[in-house]
C-alpha cells in the first residue's frame, strides 16, 4: 500500500511540477526569485504554498512510517541520512530517482538483514557507496540546460 501511494504522491508532484503554472511558478522562484517577483510572481504566496505541499507530502509520509514502525521525535537524523542517501542515488533533481533510490536503500537493507540482522544498515550504506562510484550523478540525473 505504501509503494502504491508513493508512486501516486510522486506522480501527482510530477504533473504538478511539470504541466501547471504554479509549477512553472515553483521552478521561477527557485531559480531565481527576484527574476520571477518582477514577473508578477508572488514569491510569498509560492513559498507559503511549497510549505503547505511539503507538509502534505510529509504528512502522508509520517502516516505510513507510523503504521509500519516505531518512531519517536529524536529518530530525524537517523531517517534523515536514508532521505539523503536516496536523492542521490536517483539523481538531484528528479522525482521519479529519489522513489527508486529509496526502493534500492530499502531492498538493500532487506537483504543485508537477510544475511546477518545487524547488517541492515551498512548494506543500505554499502549499496548508496557502490552507486556513487558507479555513476556518481545518480541513476536519473536531471540534465541542466
Do not use: K
Not at 45 to 65: D, H, N, P, S, T
Not at 87 to 92: D, E, K, N, R, T
Not at 121 to 132: E, M, P, R
Amino acid at each position: 500500500m505504501s509503494l502504491i501511494a508513493a508512486v501516486l504522491v510522486v506522480l501527482l508532484l510530477n504533473q504538478l511540477f511539470y504541466r501547471t503554472s504554479l509549477g512553472r511558478a515553483f521552478r521561477a522562484t527557485s531559480d531565481d526569485s527576484e527574476t520571477a517577483q518582477l514577473m508578477g510572481i508572488d514569491n510569498n504566496r509560492i513559498y507559503a504554498i511549497a510549505m503547505g505541499l511539503a507538509m502534505a507530502v510529509c504528512a502522508i509520509a509520517a502516516f505510513f512510517l507510523g503504521a509500519r514502525a516505531t518512531f519517536d521525535p529524536t529518530i530525524g537524523p537517523a531517517r534523515l541520512i536514508y532521505a539523503f542517501e536516496a536523492v542521490i542515488i536517483g539523481g538531484l533533481g528528479s522525482l521519479w530517482g529519489t522513489l527508486a533510490g529509496g526502493m534500492v536503500v530499502g531492498i538493500a537493507q532487506t537483504i543485508g538483514a537477510r544475511i546477518n540482522p545487524e547488517w541492515q544498515i551498512l548494506a543500505g550504506h554499502l549499496a548508496f557507496l557502490v552507486v556513487l562510484v558507479v555513476r556518481p550523478r545518480g541513476f536519473f540525473p536531471r540534465t541542466l540546460g
